[in-house]
């Protein structure tokens, strides 16, 4: 497992932009999928996007496709640039690996993440 820690979290005018990272511990990193989620008041935890450890193809909700983007860096970082926002994506974003040298059968589906973050608060304002 990785320990891992988001960032970046903060209050945005709705069609403004937001980064977050994902700070991951542990020498193999490069080889875990990683995975953004989130969830907001009173609502089940949803996904948002995800990245494979090979290739780096990524998935999105479709909620979120075509504002968010996910990347990562060769060091240990994982990203969420968010674009047009809306007050919709209100809400606690998680970062999530599983690993090593795996890939989630279904990106959706938190249960297939073997490490989570803390969480970081994102607040829109219309």
């Known amino acids: 497992q990785v320990q891992l820690r988001e960032s970046g979290g903060g209050l945005v005018q709705a069609g403004g932009s937001l980064r977050l990272s994902c700070a991951a511990s542990?020498?193999?990193?490069?080889?875990?999928?990683m995975g953004w989620f989130r969830q907001a008041p009173g609502k089940e935890r949803e996904f948002v996007a995800g990245?494979?450890?090979?290739?780096?193809?990524a998935y999105y909700a479709d909620s979120v496709k075509g504002r968010f983007t996910i990347s990562r860096d060769n060091t240990k970082n994982t990203y969420l640039q968010m674009n047009s926002v809306k007050p919709e994506d209100t809400a606690v974003y998680y970062c999530?690996?599983?690993?090593?040298?795996?890939?989630?059968?279904?990106?959706?589906?938190?249960?297939?993440?073997?490490?989570w973050g803390q969480g970081t608060q994102v607040t829109v304002s219309s």
């Open positions: 999530a690996a599983v690993g090593p040298r795996k890939v989630p059968t279904n990106w959706a589906r938190g249960a297939g993440y073997d490490s």
């Open positions: 542990g020498r193999t990193f490069g080889t875990y999928s």
């Open positions: 990245i494979r450890w090979s290739g780096g193809s």
